[in-house]
């Protein structure tokens, strides 16, 4: 291995290429204004350095980054990338992660719009995130103890399990294929709509007209917080533990709440059971079409 300290680096593509490299206190910065450093490079460690140039980790394959700092002119920081590592480290620039896979993210910073688009088998723990679009069309999802803020969140992802996560964002999981929520808090508009295979398990969802056009939706013992026009169109198997404002036209499926303010059943296709009362069918009021 080369160990590389206490050095700025500015200019284009200057370590291209590089296999067994070590950075520690360095710094990709300068009037030169060079891109791309460590392009094509394997078995790369990257330790307490400041990133403000663009495109630094493209294609680059066996990569660690700890306790860095990405800032917003470090722009697609990572393209193309395989077999990463980032620890403890701020990812502050437009569009971060994109088209890698094998990533593990753990206790970073994330500020990045378009952040994580068609990445493959990636894990994140312990993280803040704010973006919009984030992982949009990513698959192999591995989320946990995850703060995230933004809009249009996890769109056409497929294969995600999420656990402990914080979520305040609108129209997340839209298309999204095969999911799991745990324990989990989701907070904002039009949650999960033409989703398929969607489970949630003892979360909490906050805000108005969640889960229509859904497909094999399954909700376990979850909490729905002013939620109104719910399970339009959708295939549902639901135990909600809270009041629902309003549940409209479920397509099939059994809907257990222990109270709604209204039940909307002007659909004729509309073929779902809402059951209110008690999670027991025999002491329950049903109503269906």
Known sequence: MTIIKNQTFD?????????????????????ADGESA?????????????????????????????????????????????????????MHGIKALRECSNV????????????????????????????EYFMMRSEHLRFSDVNFKG?????????????????DTKDAFWHGENITVKNSTIKGEYFAWY?????LINCKII?????????????VHCEMIDTDLCFEKSDVEAT???PVISIKNPHAGHIYVPQVGEVIMDDPEAKGEVIIGSKKPEQCFCYCA
């Open 104 to 131: 593990v993210v753990e206790d970073c910073d994330i500020i990045s719009p378009e952040f994580g688009w068609s990445v493959r088998n990636i894990k994140m723990r312990r993280c803040h995130a704010e973006s």
């Open 240 to 242: 909600v533990t809270t």
């Open 195 to 199: 989703s398929d295979g969607l489970t």
């Open 11 to 31: 200019e284009e593509r200057v370590l291209y290429g590089s296999d067994g490299v070590v950075l520690e206190d360095c710094a990709f910065d300068g009037p």
């Open 207 to 219: 805000g108005t007209q969640p889960f229509c056009y859904c497909k094999n939706l399954k909700l």
């Open 151 to 167: 809009k249009y969140s996890f769109q056409y992802i497929k294969d995600g399990v999420f656990e402990n996560c914080t979520f």
């Open 38 to 90: 460590l392009k094509e490079s394997k078995n790369v460690r990257v330790c307490r350095t400041f990133c403000n140039l663009r495109y630094p980790f493209w294609h680059d394959e066996h990569l660690m980054i700890k306790d860095s700092e990405m800032t917003e002119l470090c722009r697609a920081a990572l393209w193309y990338s395989v077999d990463i590592t980032i620890t403890g480290t701020k």
